[in-house]
């Protein structure tokens, strides 16, 4: 199999002298198995014409914010969801500067603050521009937002100089691009994943329920996805779009997550249990809608299932990574709910800050062991878990 077969990449081409070499970086992505939209800032347009892009790409380049037909055909915040990486290849230091600053004033710009891919950029300017403080200060921001900052080398410029500022050669690039995606870590594992909270009917029109937006399960499923797994994910109702490939199945109540679940656990090497759910539900579900004319009402809660226990006590259960949304002293509540629940793994985080945010950041509890998980987004973050998770299956 190609090595970035059924990855998508957006090569963002920037003003620089460098733009030469992205005829280049574009075929080997093809040629690699990639499929290649460019996206062109108007000044990488005086250094490489669209028409050779669009040629080596095969597919149409995109060059303005603002352009109807380019909109109608796939609009900016689609083409930004699109990618599984944008690979900005040069990043002059004017870019750099303006990406870190959060801009969004053209087309390349705005993908990167819509987009909830991995982004890469190999910079690419004089060696004083890139030493410069001021810019060695844009690309640490971009670092500490999970950028991948792919170079500079070091050599003759083409201004004379000699030194660090060069962009990486072609083939470079493609190697880092490929080594990000690791594709192989959970080739050949299926994983269960559970997600978004649960609702628990106290009539036909009320229902308990939480905060949880699904965010955190739906980046896991399509980072495991991209891992090269089988992912089944067993959603509760949120506004998440399923990512591609994934398989979902919707339910309502922790009853039918658990009936679903058992259901599907034959051939599961990895249960994650990121749904938020409801521990209690009412005693009984009113047929009715319950009238308001009481000042006060009572409402028997009964226990739910609790499901991660449930598979954790199956015979030849699958590798078990639980989740805890903690308000405090996380660690020591995360260590209980570890041991309490029988899992392999939990990763423990502060309810107040990850509740339906994009970013997260998270502690990794081992029986023997724990480590935190820098904050980031929540993409960048799933794919750190799954590195961990990968790391402690037997091979397969
Ligand atoms: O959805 P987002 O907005 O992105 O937010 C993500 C999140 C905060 C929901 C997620 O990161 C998270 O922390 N999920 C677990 C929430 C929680 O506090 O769970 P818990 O402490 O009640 O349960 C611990 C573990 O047991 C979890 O793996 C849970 O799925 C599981 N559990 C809990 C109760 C129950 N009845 N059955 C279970 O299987």
Redesign the pocket.
Known sequence: MLPLANKRIILGITGGIAAYKCAELTRGFVKAGADVKIVMTKSAEEFVTPLTLQALSGNRVHQNLLDIEAEAAMGHIELARWADIIIIAPATANFIARAAQGKAEDLLTTILLATPSLIAIAPAMNVEMWTDKQTQTNVEILRKRDVIVLGPSSGSQACGDVGLGRMLEPELIIDSVTQSFQTDILTGRKILI????TREAIDPVRYISN???????YALASEAVNAGAEVLLVSGP?METVPERVTCLKVTS?DEMLHLVLSRMQDVDIFI???????YRPAKEEKQKIKKHKNQIDLTLIK??????E?ASLPNRPYIV?????TENILENGIE?LTR?NLDL????D?TE????DV?ASTAIFADANFTIKSGK?SAVARHMLQIIASKLPAN
């Open positions: 559970t997600g978004g909270p905060h949880s937006s699904g965010k955190m399960a949120v922790a249990g990121v749904a938020a759910i409801a521990d739910n299932p609790d499901i991660i226990s598979v639980g989740f805890a949304a903690e709910k629940k939990l990763f423990a985080n309810a990850t509740f339906g945010s997260v929540k």
